[in-house]
């Protein structure tokens, strides 16, 4: 199982946090990953400058927006389901 934590801490949470998760939320039924991805809300990650922070198991994705959550999700984290 692949966790995926966004971070809804203050300074990512006005930069999108709720939006990104919706995203990530649609594909992830869009895809069906449900039996591979679990995602989770996570507090401040400690990289506030670069939020929105995600992490995908034990990597950091960083300036993650609304616009370009689609996108991040399929480089990161339909890709990492394909190993
Ligand atoms: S509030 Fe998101 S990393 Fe600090």
Sequence with gaps: MLEVSVCVGSSCHLKG???????FEAMIEAQSLEEWVVLKAAFCLG?????????????????????????MFLRHVTEECKK
């Excluded at 946090?17 to 995203?23: C, F, G, L, M």
Aim: net charge negative; glycine share 6%; aromatic share 6%.
């Design 17 to 23: 946090s709720y939006e990104i998760i919706k995203r």
């Design 47 to 71: 990289r506030c400058t670069d939020g929105v922070s995600v992490k995908v198991g034990e990597h950091f994705l960083e300036h993650v927006t609304p616009t370009n959550a689609e996108d």
